[in-house]
Every structure is written in structure tokens, then in C-alpha cells.
């Protein structure tokens, strides 16, 4: 089966803190994802990563960053949270490489509250 | 951006009735997959069918894609109290390989 984890389930912080939010997958697979969830809105996608050291912006990428120097590791960044960053965040990691590979398995998400 | 937009938002049922979820997107797809997510946890993959696809089952599920009207269905069969959860439809959409856009979700709600 396949694992991703997450490195809190909660957190809380303070507005200007630099927050890093850790992901694990341990399958080998290329495709990493963050997005956030928030009521009425659904999951919007920050950013992604489709190799090692490869990102791309998402629909809603203002305000955070990532980073993956391992293939297994995607970290999102908030470099001065602020209180509309208080959501729950998820990441998700997929195989690649089209059809089955496109199912995306999420980890259990982090609840970030910004004070 | 939300491109899938589930209907109805909130679905209450008894046990053992069928459930039926809806979903409508706005693009051309290469895939709609399902998703299932319990109160404060991840989503779990539920299911996925490709565009040239019509129809497909999986145990209680069954799921109908109709490109023609750009939507999808999710029914649950003989429902039960642990299916209450959020569904959610995403979809892989055409030129954007690997990337799920997710519609808002429907809540489901099963009673005994």
C-alpha cells in the first residue's frame, strides 16, 4: 500500500513565522502535491512537482514555496504566515505516466492554524 | 480554479437506500476519478474512469460518464452508516498531465 505522511496533523502558529510543512511517500512515485482545503471552496492545488528539484505554481501558489531535493520528500514552505493561510493542508504523491498512474493518494493533512 | 461542481452539495439517506452524486466540469478530460474523504482526514481514491469509457463498478459503486454533457455519476448501492463521508469528483483535464482539478464535494450522510 502505498504511505504518504505528513509531518503534523495540527499546528499552531503566529502570523509573520516561517512555517514548514514536511511530506513523505514511500513508493517511488514521481508526482507530488500540495493543496489546501477550505470550506465551501473544495481542494485548491499550491503547487506541484513532477521531479527532483522540478515545481510549478498551482492556482493558488502566492505566499508559500516548496522545495524537493529527495524524491520522496516535498516540503511546503509559508515564508511569513499570515491568518488566511489557517486551513487544512494536504499533500498527495501519483505515480505519473498517464491512465492508473494519475490516481493520487493523499496523506492524512495537516490543520494549520495562524494566530 | 474548481472545474467539477458536485450536485447535490448534501445528501441525508437511511441505510440500505442508494445514494446518487453528480458531478459537471467545464473542459475536455482525459479521466474523472472519485474520491472519498472521512470528517478531518485525506481523500482515498474511490475510482476512475477514462474518457472513452461510459461506465464502470467497482463493488457498491458504479460510476457513468457522459462526455457529450460533460458529467459523471457516482451511485452507492445498499448504503451503509460508514459511508458517510464527503465525495469528491476530480478530473484529469486534457493537455495537463497527472493534475486533478476537484470539484466542491457532496456530503453524505447515512442513518441507521
Known amino acids: 500500500d502505498v504511505k504518504v505522511t505528513q509531518s503534523s496533523r495540527y499546528l499552531v502558529k503566529r502570523t509573520g513565522e516561517k512555517v514548514f510543512l514536511e511530506c513523505v511517500q514511500d513508493?517511488?512515485?514521481?508526482?507530488m502535491f500540495w493543496y489546501r482545503q477550505d470550506p465551501g471552496l473544495g481542494l485548491r492545488l499550491i503547487y506541484f512537482s513532477y521531479d527532483v528539484k522540478m515545481k510549478e505554481k498551482g492556482d493558488i501558489p502566492e505566499g508559500y514555496s516548496v522545495s524537493r531535493e529527495k524524491k520522496e520528500r516535498f516540503s511546503l514552505i509559508l515564508e511569513s504566515a499570515s491568518t488566511n493561510q489557517t486551513s487544512m493542508y494536504l499533500c498527495a504523491s501519483s505515480l505519473g505516466g498517464g491512465g492508473r498512474g494519475e490516481t493520487q493518494y493523499f496523506g492524512p493533512g495537516t490543520r494549520l492554524l495562524v494566530l | 480554479s474548481q472545474q467539477g461542481e458536485e450536485d447535490p452539495q448534501a445528501l441525508s439517506i437511511q441505510e440500505g437506500e442508494n445514494a446518487t452524486m453528480n458531478c459537471s466540469y467545464k473542459t475536455s478530460i482525459n479521466n474523472l476519478q472519485w474520491y472519498r474523504q472521512n470528517s478531518g482526514r485525506g481523500l482515498v481514491h474511490l475510482i476512475l474512469i477514462r474518457s472513452n469509457e461510459r461506465e464502470k463498478h467497482s463493488g457498491r459503486l458504479r460510476v457513468t460518464l457522459d462526455t457529450s454533457k460533460k458529467s459523471s455519476s457516482l451511485l452507492i448501492t445498499a448504503s451503509r452508516a460508514a459511508d458517510t463521508a464527503s465525495y469528491f469528483c476530480?478530473?484529469?483535464?486534457?493537455?495537463?498531465?497527472?493534475?486533478?482539478?476537484f470539484g466542491t464535494g457532496t456530503r453524505l450522510q447515512v442513518t441507521l
Open positions: 513508493m517511488d512515485h514521481e508526482n
Open positions: 476530480a478530473t484529469v483535464n486534457t493537455g495537463t498531465a497527472s493534475k486533478l482539478t
